[in-house]
């Protein structure tokens, strides 16, 4: 099984940017589709961004041209670019990965506390 690592959040001002990190061990990163989510206390798990083995990406519509994902295969790593953040944008920023294609995301990481101030 994928264990995930998220880095990189923290506070920030609006139209700030930040930029987190996921670290991946165990498996074939490179086939894996990796995603980020994000989640507000009581509220559902949202998707944000995914990068998929074939170097194609998709967005959620709030995110797209302010939010970039990248991939890094040889260093396992996946990135999440934020630009002009927003206070709705503050959440818990979820790594995960859907380790078999088709088929759901089915591990991921801690979260890492993103909190946008106005």
């Known amino acids: 099984q994928v264990q995930l690592v998220e880095s990189g959040g923290g506070l920030v001002q609006a139209w700030g940017s930040l930029r987190l990190s996921c670290a991946a061990s165990?498996?074939?990163?490179?086939?894996?589709?990796m995603g980020w989510f994000r989640q507000a206390p009581g509220k559902v798990r949202e998707f944000v961004a995914a990068?998929?083995?074939?170097?194609?990406?998709s967005y959620a519509d709030s995110v797209k041209r302010r939010f970039t994902i990248s991939r890094d295969n040889a260093k396992n790593t996946v990135y999440l670019q934020m630009y002009s953040l927003k206070p709705e944008d503050t959440d818990v920023y979820y790594c995960e990965a859907k380790t078999k294609i088709p088929g759901p995301f089915d591990s991921w990481g801690q979260g890492t506390q993103d909190t946008v101030s106005s």
């Open positions: 990068s998929w083995s074939g170097s194609s990406t």
């Open positions: 165990g498996g074939t990163f490179s086939s894996y589709g």
